[in-house]
């Protein structure tokens, strides 16, 4: 087949793009592959001279590329051919970049077409396109703008992420000396932002959106932006309260029990435990089991606990009356404690009498089979206790 048949068939919208292509991909033939697609590429994009409407060109382009990986998911393929198909949106990738400069329409398709493939292709392909999206001399609002609102904005703000990571590097290049990592950050919480408000709730996707652009506000030291990212997340969980609580208690490989969604980097301590506590969230239906894991959660010193059973039901609720019990022992050491610091002179029957009692609640203690936090600092102050009463009878 000539360059001229094979061009008719990629660019003529009435003609289908995969005959030749598929016998291609099967005979594994790369090399003839990449200059048939780079040929197409170029006769699909004229120079800037020769065309002011570039929409035409990129449904071409979008519907040839389209049709590439339509065969990857629909043909019967071995995975080393599905490998070499992979392989052939380098010359793609390459054309993209040396004309990425030309306009936001071209921009703009660029990126839609970065969203196609980016969960198509290996994640090292995947951020070096985007860092090919970065590299675009004038990094204006207006690109900010267009990146805040991709198709993709997870796998977007994981690459930012992963620029950020690297901005020492990054930076040091010419191609990248213009950007403020600051402005990728800023996009990360746009992102966010946007994303929320078109969902109307809080999914896994908004919380990896929120860890991201947390994460890379943390790798540039920017306590200000570190800032306004908590705080709009706060706001949207608020807002959201219950799609946020719904998968918040987590259980890890070990099945111990924790508290997730990142809540530490959203509130702090007492503002999260006002918030789970509103009476609003009352009528939610998980509520009981969120409110119980974290009062326990609490007084294990922030740490996943081991629940009494592993039931998938399982609302905490026993958990919480052993935890009761233990405030009522605690309380009661503390009222022996506040009476051995006083001052007053006490006959040796007294302090017999006291340490039978501080015996007595240890014996109860160990009756409770909540092994948290809470449960051994109150061991220690028992047998701190009794140890001091052995010496005062003696």
């Not at 969960?119 to 951020?127: D, W």
């Not at 997340?233 to 219950?242: N, T």
């Not at 301590?269 to 998980?286: A, Q, T, Y």
């Not at 009692?357 to 948290?372: A, M, R, V």
Request: proline share 2%.
């Amino acid at each position: 087949m000539s360059k001229a048949e094979f061009n008719a068939r990629v660019i003529d919208r009435g003609n289908n793009p995969l005959d030749g292509i598929e016998q291609l991909f099967k005979a594994k033939n790369k090399r003839q592959l990449q200059e048939r697609l780079t040929d197409a590429l170029i006769d699909s994009f004229p120079t800037e001279t020769k065309a002011t409407d570039w929409s035409d060109n990129y449904s071409q382009l979008y519907k040839f590329t389209m049709s590439i990986y339509e065969i990857i998911e629909d043909a019967e393929l071995s995975n080393e051919i599905v490998r070499a198909v992979i392989e052939q949106y380098n010359p793609i990738q390459n054309f993209q970049k040396s004309i990425h400069s030309i306009n936001f329409n071209h921009y703009k398709s660029v990126l839609e077409f970065w969203c196609y493939f980016s969960n198509r292709i290996p994640e090292k392909n995947n951020f070096e396109i985007l860092y090919s999206l970065l590299e675009i001399p004038a990094f204006t609002a207006d690109i900010q703008s267009i990146l805040s609102k991709t198709k993709k904005p997870v796998a977007l703000s994981k690459c930012i992420r992963a620029f950020v990571g690297r901005r020492d590097e990054f930076l040091s290049n010419e191609n990248y000396s213009h950007i403020n990592v600051v402005d990728l950050v800023q996009i990360q919480l746009e992102q966010l932002k946007n994303y929320i408000e078109s969902k109307r709730n809080i999914n896994e996707d908004a919380l990896d959106l929120f860890d991201y652009a947390i994460s890379s506000a943390k790798k540039i030291n920017n306590e200000k932006l570190k800032t306004k990212i908590s705080e709009q997340m706060k706001i949207s969980v608020e807002l959201y309260a219950e799609s946020y609580l719904k998968d918040i208690v987590k259980k890890n490989s070990i099945d111990e029990i924790g508290i997730g969604n990142n809540w530490v980097n959203i509130f702090n301590i007492e503002e999260f435990d006002s918030f789970v506590n509103e009476s609003k969230l009352s009528d939610f239906e998980g509520i009981d089991k969120v409110r119980n894991a974290w009062e326990i959660y609490k007084n294990n010193d922030y740490k996943p606990f081991q629940p009494i059973d592993n039931l998938s039901d399982n609302n905490f609720s026993l958990e919480v009356e052993k935890l009761k019990s233990l405030f009522a022992l605690e309380a009661k050491v503390s009222i022996i404690e506040n009476q051995l610091k006083d001052t007053e002179e006490k006959t040796s029957n007294i302090y017999y009498k006291l340490k039978q009692e501080i015996e007595n609640i240890g014996t109860e203690l160990d009756n409770i089979d909540l092994y948290i936090t809470k449960t051994g600092d109150l061991n220690k102050r028992i047998a701190n206790l009794a140890s001091k009463l052995t010496v005062k009878i003696s």
